[in-house]
């Protein structure tokens, strides 16, 4: 006997890297690149709880960080080129990586405040 109103327990993990809904699942998280939409479109939960703040853009700005330099490292003591090479490198990863993973990032902590009912204020 399931309740309309009744939801699964969702992973914040999946719901949130896959930009959908963490109560149900199927809904659109976002609205644009990130932009938090203003209700689930499905379920229509309000996501006027969500607040990711600076988390997300610094996880992502140290992991971006890390590989680019990284890359650019090992590109420079296994191959020793020209400088053209390494902006060929380099660039794209530190442009590219933080497009990728900041979308991903936002939603998984979005989607962990719904999870542990997280609001300015408490503790």
Excluded at 16 to 24: M, Y
Excluded at 29 to 58: M, P
Excluded at 60 to 68: E, W
Aim: charged content about 15%; proline content about 6%; glycine content about 10%.
């Amino acid at each position: 006997m399931t309740d309309e109103n009744h939801y699964p327990d969702l992973s914040a993990t999946s719901t949130g890297f896959a930009g959908k809904c963490p109560r149900c699942g199927r809904g659109k998280l976002f609205n644009g690149f990130l932009t938090v939409a203003k209700e689930c479109n499905s379920c229509e939960l309000d996501f006027g709880f969500a607040d990711a703040g600076d988390g997300a853009t610094w996880f992502v700005m140290v992991i971006g960080s890390i590989l680019a330099m990284g890359s650019t490292l090992y590109v420079e003591f296994t191959y020793q080129p020209a400088y053209w090479v390494h902006a060929l490198v380099a660039i794209p990863m530190a442009v590219g990586v933080p497009l990728l993973l900041l979308r991903p990032a936002k939603g998984f902590f979005i989607a962990q405040q719904y999870k542990r009912d997280a609001a300015p204020g408490k503790t």
